[in-house]
C-alpha cells in the first residue's frame, strides 16, 4: 500500500493538469529504505509529448545526485496519461526500473475528475496497490483509501472513527 500525504497528492495533480496536454512526470523521495514519500520533485518530460514521457537524463542525474547527499531514493515515480485511464502501457511497464518504487498514475482525460492510481512493476509483472491519502493537518488515524480495481468507477473508503 502506498501512503502519501494529501500535499504531495495535490501537487502531483496540480503539476499534471499544469503540463497537460503533454505528459507530466516526477518522483517522490524520502530516506532511503523507509517506504515514506516526502519531498515531491517534478521533472521535465524530455520528450514533451501528450502519450510518452522521459526524464531529462541531466535533470535525473541532478536529482538522483542530490537524493544520494540526502540519504534519500525515489520512494515514488509518477506520471501522467493525459487520454487514457491511470493505468500503466506497455511502454511503461518496459521502462519501469525501480522494483521498490510505487509507480502513481494520474490521468488528466477529465479536467474535474481526479483519477489516481498506484502499481508495484517488477520483472514486468504489474500489480495495483491502494493509495492511502493522509491529511497531516487531522489525526493521522483519519486517512482515506482510494483502491481502483479493473476500472476507475470501483472506490473503496476506508476512513477509521
Known amino acids: 500500500m502506498l ?6 497528492v495535490d501537487a502531483i495533480v496540480a503539476h499534471a493538469r499544469r503540463d497537460h496536454p503533454d505528459e507530466a512526470c516526477g518522483i517522490v523521495a ?29 535533470e535525473q542525474l541532478k536529482v538522483w545526485m542530490e537524493m544520494d547527499d540526502r540519504d534519500e ?8 496519461h493525459t487520454a487514457t485511464e491511470a493505468y500503466p ?16 498514475l494520474v490521468s488528466t482525460r477529465e479536467p474535474d475528475t481526479v483519477e489516481i492510481r498506484s502499481f508495484r512493476i517488477v520483472d514486468r509483472d504489474v500489480t495495483e496497490e491502494p493509495v492511502r491519502i493522509v ?16 476500472s476507475p468507477a470501483t472506490v473503496d473508503y476506508e476512513c477509521p472513527a
Do not use: K
Request: proline share 9%; no cysteine.
Open 30 to 58: 524520502g530516506p532511503t529504505g523507509s517506504d515514506r514519500p516526502v519531498r515531491h520533485v517534478p521533472m521535465d518530460n524530455a520528450e514533451r509529448s501528450p502519450t510518452f514521457y522521459r526524464f531529462d537524463s541531466t
Open 73 to 80: 531514493e525515489p520512494i515514488v515515480i509518477y506520471h501522467s
Open 135 to 150: 491529511d497531516a493537518s487531522v489525526d493521522p488515524a483519519a486517512v482515506t483509501t482510494y483502491m481502483f480495481g479493473q
Open 3 to 8: 501512503t502519501i500525504a494529501r500535499d504531495v
Open 89 to 104: 502501457s506497455r511502454t511503461d511497464v518496459e521502462i519501469a526500473g525501480y522494483p521498490e518504487a510505487h509507480y502513481l
